[in-house]
């Protein structure tokens, strides 16, 4: 499994820079040695309004580096479902 193979996916990631509480919903469009590209609305919320602007013409990307990445999760389809233990009093 590789960060790769989900680009052009949307994935879960913990980034300091859009919430350092909660993790975000973003679509990954690419990776490199160094970090990796997402469009987030979160960020993209901050940066427009920040410009005092409401729309640009088109999708923001922005750019993490890894240190700024906590982690990320994606669907493993082979492995069957999730469970939250104590849900179930395990």
């Known amino acids: 499994m590789q960060l ?19 993790y975000e919903l973003v679509k990954l469009l690419g990776v490199e040695a160094g970090g990796i590209w ?3 609305q979160a960020m993209a919320n901050k940066s427009l309004a920040l410009t005092g602007r409401q729309a640009a013409p088109k999708a923001l990307a922005f ?20 469970l939250n233990e104590t849900a179930f009093g395990v």
Not at 4 to 22: Q, T, W
């Open 63 to 82: 750019f993490f580096p890894y240190h700024q990445l906590r982690y990320t999760f994606v669907s493993n389809e082979e492995a069957g479902p999730a």
């Open 38 to 40: 997402v469009e987030s």
């Open 4 to 22: 790769s193979d989900y680009i052009g996916e949307h994935i879960h990631v913990f980034l300091l820079d859009i919430d350092p509480e909660h």
